[in-house]
């Protein structure tokens, strides 16, 4: 086998196209199809590129050992969007270590991730503008047996479908960052991260608007990079999440039924009916604009509200992080309930230690003590912190036999 023909193989097995490669290394795709067809030669700094791009050895690359290629996820996830800021990356590199450790772990218990790995949906070519994807939403809620009301827990729904939902610290400035990404995960399946500096129902919108990506986009990608950019694909997942998580149906029976008029003019009736499918209130706005209950003057006018401090005068209760977003709050709860199970029974069948699990984690032990005293009932949890000090005294980091 060639050089050529290795690099086409280690690139094709990972499913990433040759502007995904080219993208990662700075170069352009037509150098990477010179390369593959043995056009041009890569040179010691641009095979040590491939190889650094492909987490292998130049020496695998040419033929002089041989092992499983792997890519660096992260960096091609990173490079795939050419002005992704660099600060993105270590809640990329986050993501793609979790999955692969998440996979590891399930090999290590014998569990089932129950990973999505195809969609049930079709998706054919030429049906993929908005009223297509409002339609698609529709069967979607249909399949999941969600009637006309708000999507109480979204990631009980991604559990229900098998897409594993991961969370971290992305930026703030949506202008520059991303909002979460679309991930085909080789072993853990159908895959979404969203950032932790948003307001929740923004990050509810981006898990709906991923679950669009996952559903309906991939057969044709491995990954997806959602962001302020508007390409084809971006509005479909916007239409999509939209009549998902507030249905036109939905949003008029929920006016008729609480008395609200055919129109409205008052932005306390945006604020009920944004709490009622618990989504952003700029989510609200453009789902009652295209649901034709809003006009056009009264959305304008409606934007300069705070809806927050609106909120809270007409006596709904209101999260802290609608007014400031801290990642750090999140812990525990950034990983799946399935991951997290899995951690609680790999620990109580000593597969592995508690000292393994905060190095697979990076959670600290008093948070791991609280995880394993979750089911285990009143007074286990201190326990369980006296039991993770003898463990972090001792030093052990192999999983238990």
């Not at 927050?308 to 007409?314: D, E, I, M, N």
């Not at 005293?373 to 006296?386: I, P, Y």
Request: hydrophobic residues 40%; proline residues 5%; negative net charge.
């Amino acid at each position: 086998m060639s050089t050529g023909e290795r690099l086409v193989m280690a690139r094709d097995r990972l499913g990433f196209s040759q502007d995904d490669a080219a993208n990662a290394l700075g170069v352009s795709r037509a150098m990477i199809s010179y390369w593959e067809a043995e056009r041009r030669r890569p040179n010691d700094r641009q095979l040590t590129a491939l190889a650094r791009l492909y987490k292998t050895q130049v020496g695998q690359l040419l033929g002089e050992v041989t092992s499983e290629p792997r890519a660096d996820l992260a960096q091609v996830l990173l490079r795939s969007e050419a002005d992704l800021p660099d600060e993105v990356l270590p809640g990329l590199e986050e993501f793609v270590s979790f999955l692969d450790r998440y996979a590891e772990l399930a090999t290590a218990t014998g569990l089932d991730i129950g990973g999505m790995t195809r969609s049930p949906f079709v998706s054919r070519a030429g049906f993929d503008t908005a009223e297509d994807a409002r339609r698609k939403a529709e069967d979607v809620r249909a399949h999941l047996r969600l009637g006309l009301g708000p999507v109480a827990d979204l990631d009980w729904i991604c559990e229900l479908l098998g897409i594993t939902v991961f969370r971290a610290s992305l930026g703030p400035d949506l202008r520059r960052t991303m909002s979460g990404a679309f991930l085909r995960h080789p072993s853990v399946g159908f895959s979404i991260l969203v950032n932790l500096d948003m307001t929740p129902g923004r990050r509810r919108f981006t898990v709906a608007h991923e679950i669009a990506h996952a559903l309906f986009h991939s057969d044709k990608v491995a990954y997806v990079i959602s962001r302020a950019a508007r390409d084809p694909r971006e509005r479909f997942a916007d239409a999509f999440a939209g009549e998902f998580l507030m249905p036109t149906e939905g949003i008029r029976r929920f006016m008729e039924d609480n008395g609200l008029r055919p129109r409205i003019d008052d932005p306390a009736e945006v604020v009920h009916v944004q709490r009622y499918f618990k989504v952003s209130y700029p989510t609200a706005l453009v789902r009652l604009r295209q649901a034709k209950v809003l006009t056009a003057e009264r959305y304008e006018s409606f934007k300069q509200v705070r809806p927050v401090l609106l909120a809270r005068a007409l006596g709904y209760e209101t999260d802290e992080e609608e007014y400031d977003q801290d990642p750090e709050l999140w812990r525990l709860a950034r990983y799946p309930r399935r991951f997290l199970q899995m951690l609680r029974t790999a620990i109580q069948r000593e597969v592995v230690s508690v000292p393994t699990v905060a190095e697979l984690t990076g959670l600290p032990l008093d948070e791991i003590a609280t995880l394993v005293g979750e089911q285990r009932g009143d007074g286990v949890a201190g326990e369980s912190r006296t039991e993770l000090s003898e463990y972090e005294d001792s030093g052990v980091l192999e999983p238990s036999r």
